[in-house]
């Protein structure tokens, strides 16, 4: 919708544009009271209109066309009805003699860049499919201009146009700022213009480089079909179109085209008298040259009415019409050029209003925290916060002035996540505890490695280019074994697991039946065996045990089930990936063996993938309310969380491979792995001796890790601050038609993957925390017999306690998460008001605000507070029930 209007109005589009380019039912975007070519076309030309393909064109142009047949823009794994259901109207309309004006507007490469990215094996067949309707197109018109201009001698020839209205970067999106995104082709022809063999390649590279503003598009369109010129127009008319007029037709064309930009710029310095919209005079300049005038509003003015000096002198047949051709020229150029970088009106007093209010927000979180700290015994523990989150958080701030630190902000988080973990490295005192810091700079080495994003470097090489274009069968099989590890590690833990076949360390209750002592007898007894070291024999035996009838019984009853769905929703989500960049051959994989999974839609596969995953999440909440009341004891209750926790994760792990692009899924066998080290370091790692306990301070925050943790598995997917690293090809798995809610979800369900991962992990992470951590007697508020470092509690006492530690757990999560949004959130406000007047404000500050915004909004408060909340709210039902 931007570059349409663009296109149509000649001017240049707002950023609420690419906003509500989104919404298709948005109609406030409607060109339907603002002057545009099409208008002109039909109401001064007397031309009338008919419109195939992209429905944008029926929101913005109501009541224009006279016959239409919109397709959704959309819809983006639709490649190839989207065309069919253009390239059908062609030969009948083109055989038709009741209109002026045709549009044909094709998707199918836009859509097929979105799901694959230039180097799909989609493009080649689709651009053969675009060069034969361009034949035909051609062969129609040539012929029919023919015999036309034989017939009739005044006839004139049928203008076809052929151009894009954007490109699309490496990954196949647009809406940023790189030259594969703004360059486009832009042919005009007709018979009158005879195709010339180029003699050498330099003249191709010269006229490959010939670039023409988008917005120079309707003024040249105006020009050529003779009606006015949209009263809001920044461009000038294509010189080359014009060679075959006459020179006054020429200077009378630029003359109106300037005169029009002239009086947009006097209107929007301020002027509003009549005589500031005067024709000006080059007898008002005392200066012989524009060097010697000052402003940008005196140079426009002298070149105009240097302009028309010698548009004047032309006539009078004083110079040549070169001399003033050239003339309106530099003043077009440095009129356009002012006016497109000017047009910004702001409510300053609206954005100091809500700047206030974050502070003042701010401000009282802040003070909140000091007051909850400065009396809660945690001295250390806020050392350790203000620490790590004041110093990270300032360099931050800094960053948020810079364009370039925004474009390439996942630099900083990379930055930082290296060095809190090395900072963490340094406080461990056993080289067991300083295995996993380490483990973390080496996974975050590949990670960052994988996509290479922001600008500066988008074009580097990366491990997504060498699974996608040098050695796309690697990238597919590793899709596959991440299927198949993820598959394993399920099975491990449902195989060797003693809570998924009883639950719980329950031998400290008596309430249970007879039957389930003895089960929970039987699996203490494993658990233990299969944790010494030694014990060769009794690990044998256990693992006997394991594969015992009545265990497999008790395993079927719910481990089996939750595996079994999850084999097939990684069945489905396999040929849904392959069939949706018809990849089978790639793969090697018969698509006769899939054949019956593949309809002729394949939103069943999606949507039977939802339904799986919705059954994995009802079966771990029923699984674990089922066996709730075998868990007695603190540590058992602590351990149902956390296979509640792991199962939910697990559950919904399907669907987010099924919405990220097939190259990123081993990223997500990386992320466990964070996970899991990240919960070794901070539940089992040892103090420090007394003589340099105070190094201690300088470990981070765990919660300042987790944002960390948060952003870089965002950026590590190839995500960044520009619009055009927005994943659009995943938007629409399962969806029949466009809606807006469902897509808005899935589009930020498949582009935020990588920090929901990391969100549901951190659940599991908690209950580790609240099963391994040391309870202090003094934090229960409740009677209890302590024993050295243990507390022994009764059934009602555990539930409490458990309770009261899962929800500190979530509390300081939620805070301490909030604090670093927030913080984020007034940096970006801030900086965004000192640069309100900025070159770059609507191409990178502007983004970056939606971004943030996404980040408060749908992703902390819609995403992780509400997954910790209603977890805390779950695990207080369980542990009390």
Not at 115 to 127: A, N, R, V
Not at 481 to 507: H, K, R
Request: aromatic share 10%; hydrophobic share 45%; with cysteine.
């Amino acid at each position: 919708m931007p570059r349409l209007k663009a296109l149509t109005t000649g001017t240049v589009p707002s950023f609420l544009d690419a906003i509500l380019n989104i919404a298709e039912s948005d109609t406030s975007s409607s060109l339907a009271h603002y002057d545009n070519i099409l208008w002109q076309l039909k109401h001064n030309g007397g031309k009338r209109i008919v419109m195939f393909g992209d429905d944008t064109w029926l929101r913005l142009f109501p009541d224009i066309f006279s016959r239409i047949d919109g397709t959704s823009s959309f819809f983006v794994t639709d490649t190839v009805e989207v065309d069919l259901n253009v390239t059908r109207n062609v030969h009948p309309e083109l055989t038709r003699d009741d209109w002026e004006v045709a549009i044909f507007h094709y998707l199918g490469l836009d859509h097929i860049g979105h799901l694959g990215g230039p180097d799909s094996p989609m493009m080649g067949p689709k651009q053969q499919e675009m060069d034969a309707v361009i034949k035909e197109i051609y062969s129609i018109i040539t012929e029919q201009d023919t015999q036309r201009m034989k017939a009739d001698s005044r006839a004139r020839p049928t203008l076809f146009v052929l151009m894009g209205d954007h490109g699309m970067n490496d990954a196949g999106n647009h809406g940023g700022s790189s030259l594969g995104e703004v360059s486009t082709a832009l042919v005009f022809t007709d018979i009158g213009m005879r195709a010339e063999p180029i003699p050498d390649d330099d003249l191709l590279a010269q006229l490959l480089n010939r670039r023409i503003p988008q917005v120079n598009f309707a003024s040249t369109v105006s020009v050529l079909f003779g009606v006015p010129i949209p009263r809001n127009n920044l461009g000038y008319p294509v010189m080359e179109l014009l060679e075959r007029r006459s020179d006054e037709d020429k200077l009378r064309s630029l003359q109106a085209c300037t005169h029009q930009i002239y009086r947009l710029i006097v209107a929007n310095s301020g002027g509003a008298s009549e005589t500031a919209f005067r024709v000006p005079s080059l007898n008002q300049f005392k200066a012989s040259d524009i060097s010697q005038v000052l402003g940008t509003m005196n140079k426009a003015r002298y070149l105009y009415a240097r302009a028309l000096d010698l548009h004047a002198q032309f006539l009078a047949g004083g110079v040549r019409a070169v001399d003033a051709v050239q003339a309106y020229q530099e003043a077009l150029e440095l009129a356009s050029a002012h006016l497109a970088s000017t047009f910004s009106n702001y409510n300053f007093v609206a954005i100091l209003s809500g700047t206030g209010i974050m502070v003042a927000a701010l401000g009282g979180y802040v003070c909140l925290q000091f007051w909850r700290t400065s009396g809660g015994g945690g001295s250390s523990s806020s050392q350790r916060l203000c620490l790590w989150t004041v110093g990270s958080l300032a360099c931050y701030v800094c960053s948020m002035f810079a364009t370039s630190n925004i474009e390439e902000e996942h630099q900083y988080w990379y930055f930082w996540h290296q060095t809190l973990w090395l900072a963490f490295l340094c406080t461990r005192w056993t080289w067991q505890d300083a295995l996993a810091p380490l483990g973390q700079v080496v996974l975050l080495r590949i990670i960052r490695s994988w996509n290479q994003t922001g600008i500066k470097w988008a074009g580097s090489p990366d491990l997504r280019h060498y699974l996608t274009v040098v050695n796309p069968q690697l990238g597919w099989a590793m899709f596959g074994a991440t299927l198949v590890v993820c598959n394993f590690a399920i099975a491990w833990t449902i195989l060797f697991n003693p809570s998924y076949w009883n639950g719980c360390d329950n031998s400290n209750s008596s309430s249970s039946s007879s039957g389930r002592d003895a089960d929970a007898t039987t699996a203490e007894t494993w658990g233990s065996a299969v944790r010494e070291k030694d014990g060769g024999e009794s690990r044998r035996a256990a693992l006997a045990g394991v594969l015992s009838r009545k265990r497999a019984r008790a395993v079927s009853m719910k481990g089996k089930a939750f595996l079994a769905s999850f084999c097939a929703s990684s069945i489905l989500v396999f040929v849904y990936k392959v069939e949706m960049n018809q990849a089978w051959d790639i793969v090697a994989v018969p698509k006769a063996a899939f054949g019956w999974l593949v309809p002729a839609s394949l939103v069943g596969i999606a949507w039977t993938v939802y339904a799986l995953a919705g059954a994995g999440v009802l079966m771990a909440l029923y699984s674990a309310f089922a066996q709730r009341r075998r868990a007695a004891t603190y540590q058992a209750k602590a351990r149902l969380l956390g296979s509640l926790a792991i199962e939910l994760a697990a559950a919904i792990l399907p669907v987010l491979l099924l919405l990220i692009r097939h190259y990123n899924a081993p990223l997500f066998i990386l992320y466990s792995l964070q996970l899991a080290l990240f919960t070794r370091c901070i539940s089992s790692a040892r103090p420090p001796p007394g003589h340099a306990a105070c190094l201690a301070l300088f470990a981070p925050s765990p919660w300042l890790l987790l944002s960390t943790m948060h952003h870089a598995s965002f950026y590590a997917l190839g995500n960044s601050n520009s619009l055009a690293s927005l994943d659009l090809s995943n938007a629409y798995a399962g969806v029949t038609h466009y809606n807006e809610v469902l897509v808005g979800i899935l589009l930020f369900i498949s582009n935020w993957a990588g920090p929901i991962w990391f969100s549901l992990g951190w659940i599991v992470v908690i209950t580790r925390l609240a099963e391994s951590l040391p309870l202090a007697a003094s934090s229960l508020e409740m009677a209890g017999s302590v024993v050295g470092s243990k507390v022994t509690l009764s059934n009602n006492e555990a539930a409490a306690a458990l309770k009261h530690r899962i929800g500190d757990l979530v509390v300081q999560s939620l805070t301490w998460t909030h604090g670093v949004q927030s913080v984020c959130m007034l940096a970006l406000s801030v900086a965004i008001t000192v640069h309100r007047e900025h070159l770059f404000v609507w191409t990178v500050f502007a983004p970056k605000y939606l971004y943030q915004a996404a980040w408060f909004m749908f992703f902390y408060l819609g995403t992780f507070s509400t997954l910790l909340i209603t977890f805390w709210a779950a695990a207080s039902l369980l542990v009390t029930s």
